[in-house]
């Protein structure tokens, strides 16, 4: 099993919080994403990064940012949540030498916004 | 944009019976990737084909990429309770990205 982390794991908050979801793992895997899920349904990626100090969107426009400072620490913040942001936050890390590498998922985050 | 399209959206099969999702894009694919997620879990890794035309399997599950790289298909044999998920297929378009298919929902009738 994968050393990839979430917290939290569940999340309700009112309308207008700042929020930051915390994504961290120990396997030293360069490339890490951010995917949105609604339950049931596809994931949409919304950011990913290849290393630390480099961070691009995904294909889901998303009103989050993100950082990576370090390696294992991928958070995502929301300065302003809203209630269409409610959903599950999946973040994943992958790394080695190959193009595409085995993506490792995180337990999720579970977002409710009132 | 560069999409995966997965069919069918929900399945229920009865236990023992056979089980097949399909996938399929518009454009090739540099390799594709399957996934399997529990009910209230996350994606786990299966498989990666790369080939054009290759035939994986693991134990129940087949998996095959097609000779244009475009499509590709994942079979379970004699379905048990314990492959209820759903399930996705991942697309590569030749960046370091994943592109997910739409998955598909397997539900099992005891």
């Known amino acids: 099993e994968a050393d990839i982390y979430q917290t939290p794991r569940y999340l309700v908050i009112g309308t207008g919080k700042k929020i930051t979801l915390e994504c961290s793992q120990t396997?030293?895997?360069?490339?890490m994403y951010w995917y949105q899920q609604d339950p049931g349904m596809e994931l949409h990626l919304i950011h990913y990064?290849?290393?630390?100090?480099?961070?691009e969107k995904g294909d889901l426009s998303s009103e989050s940012t993100v950082s990576r400072i370090r390696t294992e620490h991928f958070p995502l913040t929301l300065e302003s949540a809203r209630p269409s942001h409610t959903s599950q936050y999946l973040c994943?890390?992958?790394?080695?030498?190959?193009?595409?590498?085995?993506?490792?998922f995180g337990p999720g985050t579970r977002l409710t916004v009132l | 944009g560069q999409q995966v399209m997965q069919i069918p959206q929900y399945q229920h099969v009865q236990e023992g019976e056979d089980f097949t999702t399909y996938c399929n894009s518009s454009?090739?694919?540099?390799?594709i990737q399957w996934y399997k997620q529990r009910p209230g879990g996350h994606p786990v890794f299966l498989i990666q084909?790369?080939?054009?035309?290759e035939v994986k399997k693991q134990k129940r599950l087949t998996f095959q990429f097609g000779e244009a790289k475009k499509n590709s298909s994942l079979h379970i044999t004699a379905t048990q309770t314990t492959d209820v998920g759903t399930y996705f297929c991942?697309?590569?378009?030749?960046?370091?990205?994943?592109?997910f298919g739409t998955g598909t929902r397997l539900t099992i009738i005891p």
């Open positions: 994943a890390s992958s790394g080695g030498n190959q193009r595409t590498d085995t993506q490792y």
């Open positions: 396997m030293g895997h360069d490339k």
């Open positions: 990064s290849y290393g630390v100090n480099s961070t």
């Open positions: 454009t090739t694919l540099s390799n």
């Open positions: 084909l790369v080939k054009s035309g």
């Open positions: 991942a697309g590569n378009f030749g960046n370091e990205k994943l592109t």
